[in-house]
C-alpha cells in the first residue's frame, strides 16, 4: 500500500475504510472484513458513536493474526464536545477504551466548532464555546500533549479553511500533520491544497464518493451525485474502473489520502483495488476538467460568525 510520509516523520496509508454512518453490526462486519482483505488503514471517530464495534474488529483481526497493531493505522477524532483543554484527554481516553487500543495512530479535532463540555449537540448557540473564549489552539496544544504521552502518534485537525490552519499554526507554533476535509471533483479545494502541500499539511479526503447514504438532515434539495456525473462515469469506463474506483484513483493521484467508507463486502474489495491502479494522464486531466462545485457535507447551523469563526464564510 503506498504511503504518504506526514510532517512529524510518521506514514500514513494513502487508502483506508471510512466508517462514519456504518451502523451497529455493520461497523465490526466492515473492518473486519476490510482488514482481511488487506486494509491496512481505518478512520473513525468519538461522535460515529461505533467505536466499539471499530475496536472490535481490530482487536479480533489483531488476535486471530491477520494484522498486527504496528501495520494498521487507526484514526481517531476529539468530539465538539471536548474542547476544553482540561476534558481533551478525556475524549481521547474514551475513544481508546472503546477501540481497545493503546494508542491511535492519529488524533484529529474533528470541527473547529467547540460546544460546552458535556453538549453531545448543541440546541441553541449557547451551547457552543465562542472562539474568543475558548480558541482552537488551545484544544490543539492540549492535544500535542496526548502525543508526548503516547496515547496519540500524530495530531492534526479537519475541516479547517485556509485562515483557521493559520491562526493555529501562529497561535499554537504546530503545523498539524493532517487537514481531513471534504474532497472530491466537485470539491477539490484548490486553494486549500496549494497552502497545505505549501506548509507541509498532508490532506486526507472524506465523503470521497459524496457520501450517498448521509442522513436526510444533512441532505439539500437537487444535490448533483458524483457517482453519476458523466465525465467520470465515461472516464472510469475508459480506464477499465468503476467510477468509485476512479474517484479513490484520482484522489490518490492528486497526493491525498482517501477513506471512501462501504459496509459491503464487494464495494470493500472493489475500493481496495482502485488504490494500486495508476491513473492515465488523460484520465487524471478529464476528472480535473470538471467543474461543476458542490459541497455535501455542510453543517450550517453551526456557522455562526462572531461565535465560531471570524470573517465572512465559516469555509474561507
Ligand atoms: P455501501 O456502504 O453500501 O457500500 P463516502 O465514502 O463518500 O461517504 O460514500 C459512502 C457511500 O458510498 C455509501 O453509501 C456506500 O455504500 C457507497 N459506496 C461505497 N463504495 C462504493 C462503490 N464502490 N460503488 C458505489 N457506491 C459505493
Not at 229 to 248: D, F, M, R, S, Y
Not at 281 to 297: E, L, Q
Request: proline letters at 5%; glycine letters at 8%.
Amino acid at each position: 500500500m503506498k504511503t504518504f510520509t506526514l510532517n512529524d516523520g510518521n506514514a500514513i496509508p494513502a487508502f483506508g475504510l471510512g466508517t462514519w454512518k456504518s451502523s451497529e453490526g455493520d461497523a465490526y462486519r466492515a473492518v473486519k472484513e476490510a482488514l482481511r482483505v488487506g486494509y491496512n488503514h481505518i478512520d473513525g471517530a468519538w461522535i460515529y458513536q461505533n467505536e466499539d464495534e471499530v475496536g472490535r474488529g481490530i482487536c479480533e483481526s489483531i488476535k486471530e493474526g491477520i494484522i498486527k497493531r504496528e501495520e494498521v493505522f487507526v484514526t481517531s477524532k476529539l468530539w465538539n464536545s471536548f474542547h476544553a483543554p482540561e476534558d481533551v484527554e478525556k475524549g481521547c481516553q474514551e475513544t481508546l477504551t472503546k477501540l481497545g487500543l493503546e494508542y491511535v495512530d492519529l488524533y484529529l479535532m474533528h470541527w473547529p466548532v467547540a460546544f460546552r463540555s458535556g453538549k453531545l449537540m448543541p440546541e441553541g448557540t449557547e451551547d457552543f464555546w465562542p472562539l474568543s473564549d475558548l480558541p482552537l489552539s488551545k484544544t490543539f496544544k492540549a492535544m500535542l500533549k496526548l502525543r508526548d504521552k503516547g496515547l496519540v502518534k500524530s495530531v492534526g485537525v479537519s475541516n479547517f479553511s485556509i485562515s483557521k490552519l493559520e491562526k493555529l499554526i501562529a497561535e499554537s507554533g504546530v503545523v498539524p500533520a493532517v487537514n481531513q476535509v471534504e474532497l472530491h471533483p466537485y470539491n477539490p479545494q484548490e486553494k486549500l491544497f496549494t497552502y497545505c502541500s505549501d506548509k507541509g499539511i498532508h490532506l486526507t479526503a472524506y465523503s470521497p464518493l459524496g457520501s450517498g447514504d448521509r442522513p436526510e438532515f444533512l441532505k439539500q434539495k437537487g444535490e448533483p451525485p458524483i457517482l453519476e456525473n458523466q465525465v467520470v462515469k465515461v472516464t472510469a469506463a475508459e480506464e477499465g474502473l468503476t467510477p468509485a474506483q476512479l474517484l479513490i484513483a484520482w484522489a490518490i493521484d492528486r497526493g491525498t489520502s482517501v477513506i471512501p467508507k462501504s459496509a459491503n463486502p464487494s464495494r470493500i474489495a472493489e475500493n481496495l483495488a482502485a488504490a494500486s491502479h495508476t491513473l492515465s494522464t488523460k484520465a487524471r486531466s478529464a476528472i480535473d476538467g470538471i467543474d461543476t462545485r458542490f459541497r455535501y457535507v455542510d453543517i450550517k447551523e453551526w456557522y455562526l460568525p462572531g461565535i465560531t469563526y471570524e470573517g465572512s464564510d465559516f469555509w474561507v
